[in-house]
């Protein structure tokens, strides 16, 4: 048997090289639209559809697996990984290239789903938590290095790069993974495909997402397509759980929402991807419109949090083997200091120095550090073995959901938080409060020409409104920081909600001599 450890190195490149793939797109998008002579709107869905297709098949990974044997499904989900992320970098048409971002989501989906399973399989369950601690390091780093990494492979090479990089990492990854990943002996073969099943989640899922990544592009339920993809996402759901209770072969069991544990950590998972996914989309923005960094430079002010993330992570594992401490502590400290870091990104102003940023970002990565293994052992600890892989991959859908939920409301409300902003303080703005400020046109003459104006006091009361509109922007990410602190701390009652582990063993261990003599009895 391969070493648990080489496995668990394994799935967290795979994962790292999957997750990474969600963000560093994003820094292309300049890039890509002068290559294809696209628009705003139309490059999207090279991102729309790569996260559609991910959320679509993190749910049905468990019963893949299942069907068509772990070791092939993994093999097979990183060869076309790997083919589809060449094809993109070969692209000539826009869609040809949003056509294959789908195929790279499908298959990356996959990988993702069954990762953790992979680790609770190979390791003994005293040291499970320190096979996810090495996973956790790849769930957080990836999709942090993604703006840093495509920023670099850009400036320094050409966009084509952001695809081409996954090939040496993905060749690693598709040898070990032959070389290391098995069928597992908890999965039995479904009798049947559940076809309708298949349908109404991808249904479900696919337009509420569609409706998450557009909705603010199509102005939300002012639009007949956004309310469109909302009644088709609740259709599609609700009658794929009335129908996942009815079929013999559910592509999803639901039995797994009825483990208190399992659901609770769904909702916290949700609440994690929320404040992670928001917070990696809105702080490279704060720093690219307003403190002026590149693609590059604002991803090397968030590398430091990341490298705090994967530290806090491996020592916590360490801690959670231990189990001398109750991990809803660790969940619930993470919580709390994730909070904190949040209330320190509300005090940035336009006059903050990228450097003063980096302690945040660092306490929020101790945070999230606490939270990724204990809340996975919490919520998987006790589900049968036969369920891991399927409890998995819910899981991680859940907090990709989280992500794009996050992205949704931070991208709308922070327009919207601004505008207002913008509209008290530029009220303010006036031909006497200008002449009072004293200010010397000659220091904003770059901005003047980019205004268009060479009149001084028409240029002052331009660049007035100019500083009004970024006053706003900062105000409104500051609001929007507190926002998802007080979203991150929902994760608490729910982890109180959970039962001790400890009490929970016990209780195992008290009822198991006595099933032992009611068969002897029996026997007897």
């Known amino acids: 048997m391969k070493s648990p450890y080489l496995v668990a190195f394994t799935v967290t490149l795979i994962s790292m090289m999957e997750l990474l793939d969600v963000t560093i797109v994003n820094v292309a998008i300049p890039s890509l639209m002068g290559s294809y002579g696209a628009s ?92 996810l601690a ?13 703006p840093s990494v495509g920023g670099y492979l850009i400036d320094e090479f050409s966009w084509h790069w952001i695809f081409l990089i996954n090939l040496p990492i993905g060749a690693v990854a598709i040898l070990l993974s032959w070389l290391c990943v098995h069928d597992s002996i908890n999965e039995k073969r479904p ?42 996402g609740g259709f599609g759901l609700l009658t794929f759980f009335w129908w996942e209770q009815r079929v013999s072969t559910p592509i999803v069991n639901m039995n797994l929402f009825r483990n208190r544990e399992f659901l609770m950590g769904s909702i916290c998972a949700f609440c994690v991807g929320f404040g992670l996914y928001s917070t990696l989309f809105m702080v490279p923005l704060l720093l690219q419109t307003l403190l002026e960094q590149s693609a590059y430079q604002s991803g090397m002010v968030i590398f430091p949090g990341a490298l705090a993330s994967a530290v806090s992570t491996l020592v916590i594992g360490k801690l959670s083997q231990e189990n001398k401490i109750d991990e809803r502590v660790f969940v619930s400290i993470g919580i709390l200091i994730y909070g904190y870091a949040m209330y320190l990104h509300t005090q940035f102003t336009l006059q903050s120095n990228p450097d003063t940023l980096y302690w945040p970002l660092i306490i929020r990565g101790l945070g999230l550090g606490m939270i990724f293994v204990p809340l996975t052992n919490l919520a998987m600890r006790q589900l049968p073995a036969q369920l891991i892989s399927v409890g998995s991959g819910v899981l991680n859908l ?31 703005v006036t031909e006497s409060s200008i002449i009072a400020s004293g200010w010397d046109v000659a220091r904003y003459d770059p901005r003047v020409l980019s205004l268009g104006t060479s009149d001084p006091a028409q240029a ?12 706003a922007q900062m105000l409104g990410f500051s609001m929007l920081f507190g926002l ?3 979203v991150m701390l929902i994760g608490v009652p729910m982890v109180l909600l959970m039962r001790n582990p400890k009490r929970i063993a016990q209780s195992e261990q008290e009822a198991s001599p006595c099933s032992n003599n009611s068969r002897e009895s029996a026997q007897a």
């Not at 090495?134 to 993604?146: D, E, H, I, R």
């Not at 109404?200 to 696919?206: H, M, P, Q, R």
């Open 460 to 471: 002052q009361a331009l660049l007035a409104l100019v500083n009004a509109r970024e006053q």
């Open 398 to 428: 859940m907090r990709q959901l989280g992500g794009s939920v996050g992205i949704a409301i931070a991208a709308t409300l922070l327009t919207r938080f601004s505008w207002a902003r913008y509209r008290q303080l530029s009220e303010h």
């Open 191 to 232: 009798q049947s495909i559940d076809y309708i099943g298949f349908a109404l989640l991808a249904l479900g899922v696919g337009s509420l997402q569609i409706m998450l990544e557009r909705g603010e592009h199509w102005d939300w339920l002012e639009s007949d397509l956004t309310l469109a993809c909302l009644l088709l």
């Open 484 to 486: 998802l602190g007080a």
């Open 134 to 146: 090495l996973y956790g390091v790849g769930v957080m780093m990836g999709p942090t290095l993604g």
């Open 40 to 131: 705003v709107d139309e490059i999207s869905w090279v991102s729309t559809g790569y996260i559609v297709a991910n959320v679509v098949i993190l749910p049905a990974s468990g019963w893949l697996s299942a069907w068509f044997g772990r070791r092939n499904y993994y093999l097979v989900s990183s060869i076309v990984f790997v083919l589809a992320s060449l094809g993109c970098a070969m692209s000539t048409e826009l869609w040809q290239l949003v056509a294959l971002r789908i195929i790279q989501g499908l298959a990356g989906g996959g990988l993702l789903g069954i990762s953790q399973a992979i680790i609770y399989d190979v390791f003994p369950k005293e040291k499970v938590s320190t096979g």
